[in-house]
Nanobody, 122 residues
Framework: QVHLVESGGGLVQPGGSLRLSCTASGRIYDAYAMGWYRQAPEKQRELVATITNGGSTNHADSVKGRFTISRDNAKNTVYLQMNSLKPEDTAVYYC????????????????WGQGTQVTVSS
């Protein structure tokens, strides 16, 4: 009923930039919060950044000053601009949406995308 599709990952050299996009589609009434998480090999998934539909943002300390989250509410799309990338940013990046689906049977739940690989290497 709800699908999240991510794009924009890839291979980039240290110091380079990438922009990730994630669009939520389906029976969406209100995608009140969206965000990005990442998981490196043999590590737990961690928060990167979140943004509410009012524009309030939260960035992990490890990415502050380098990554910027933004969104287009009309398109239910969230972006992650990643600058000054480091090898330690290498991970699978996942999009998450906290949203309420439309009636009948509207529910408040979390949805995840399938992930996009970001590799920072020379």
């Amino acid at each position: 009923q709800v699908h999240l599709v991510e794009s924009g990952g890839g291979l980039v050299q240290p110091g380079g930039s990438l922009r990730l996009s994630c669009t939520a589609s389906g029976r969406i009434y209100d995608a009140y919060a969206m965000g990005w998480y990442r998981q490196a090999p043999e590590k737990q998934r961690e928060l990167v950044a979140t943004i509410t539909n009012g524009g309030s943002t939260n960035h992990a300390d490890s990415v502050k000053g380098r990554f910027t989250i933004s969104r287009d509410n009309a398109k239910n799309t969230v972006y992650l601009q990643m600058n000054s990338l480091k090898p330690e940013d290498t991970a699978v990046y996942y999009c998450k949406a906290a949203l309420v689906t439309t009636m009948p049977g509207g529910q408040d739940d979390d949805y995840w995308g399938q992930g996009t690989q970001v590799t920072v290497s020379s």
